[in-house]
Antibody, heavy 120, light 112 residues
C-alpha cells in the first residue's frame, strides 16, 4: 500500500521561508522512473503544479516560482522536502505531494494535503 | 508554458445520463513514443485529487469502466457513460509531456 503525508507549519508570516515534508511509504525513490511532485491549490482555485523530484535527483520547477523553490530528498527516511522562500499571502492554500510511478503514468497516489496560511 | 483549457467549466448532469468534458492544449501532447501525455483527475469536495485516466486513455487501477478517455495531439475528451451521484466534483486534465506540467482550470460536475 502506498501512502504519502505532508507535514509542516500551518501558519507562516510574510517573508518567512516555508519548509514542507512529504513522508512516503510503499515505494522507493531509488526506483528508476519514480517521481514525487508538489501541487498546490489556493482556496476555491484550480490545481497548480509546483515541482517534481525524480529518482535520479533530477529536479524540475515551475518557472514562475523557480527562484523561490528548492527540492531535496532524504532517501533513508523516504522523504521529499519542499522549501519555498519569501512567503506571501497569495501563497496561502493547500499543498499536496504526489507519487508518479513512471514517466508513462500520472500522479497515481496523493497525500491528504496540508493547509498553509500566510498571515502576519 | 503549455496552456491547457477545459470546456465546459460547469456541467450539471442527470444520473444515468452520459457526460463529457473536453480538454485542449496549446501544443501537441503526442510524444514520439506514441503516447499522449494527458491525465484526468477527479477532486471530490474536501478530498485530494484522484487519478482517473493517464496517457490519454488508460484507466487507473480501480476506476470504473464508465470512465473513458480519448483524443490525440491537442484535443482530448473524458467521457462518463452513465453518471452516478458519486461522480460529482471537479475534473482536471493535466499535461505531463513537459515541465512545467500544467493543469486545466477544472470542470465542476454536479447533479441537476
Amino acid at each position: 500500500q502506498i501512502t504519502l503525508k505532508e507535514s509542516g507549519p500551518s501558519l507562516v508570516k510574510p517573508t518567512q521561508t516555508l519548509t514542507l515534508t512529504c513522508t512516503f511509504s510503499g515505494f522507493s525513490l531509488t526506483t528508476s522512473g519514480v517521481g514525487v511532485g508538489w501541487i498546490r491549490q489556493s482556496p476555491g482555485k484550480a490545481l497548480e503544479w509546483l515541482a517534481i523530484l525524480y529518482w535520479d535527483d533530477d529536479k524540475r520547477y515551475s518557472p514562475s516560482l523557480k527562484t523561490r523553490l528548492t527540492l531535496t530528498k532524504d532517501t533513508s527516511k523516504n522523504q521529499v522536502l519542499l522549501t519555498m522562500t519569501d512567503m506571501d499571502p497569495v501563497d496561502t492554500g493547500t499543498y499536496f505531494c504526489a507519487h508518479r510511478p513512471s514517466n508513462r503514468n500520472g500522479y497515481k497516489d496523493w497525500g491528504q494535503g496540508i493547509q498553509v496560511t500566510v498571515s502576519s | 508554458d503549455m496552456v491547457v483549457t477545459q470546456t465546459p467549466l460547469s456541467l450539471p448532469v442527470t444520473p444515468g445520463e452520459p457526460a463529457s468534458i473536453s480538454c485542449r492544449s496549446s501544443q501537441s501532447l503526442l510524444h514520439s513514443n506514441g503516447y499522449n501525455y494527458v491525465d484526468w483527475y477527479l477532486q471530490k469536495p474536501g478530498q485530494s485529487p484522484k487519478l482517473l485516466i493517464y496517457m490519454g486513455s488508460y484507466r487507473a487501477s480501480g476506476v470504473p469502466d464508465r470512465f473513458s478517455g480519448s483524443g490525440s495531439g491537442t484535443d482530448f475528451t473524458l467521457k462518463i457513460s452513465r453518471v452516478e451521484t458519486e461522480d460529482v466534483g471537479v475534473y482536471y486534465c493535466m499535461q505531463g509531456l513537459q515541465t512545467p506540467f500544467t493543469f486545466g482550470p477544472g470542470t465542476k460536475v454536479d447533479i441537476k
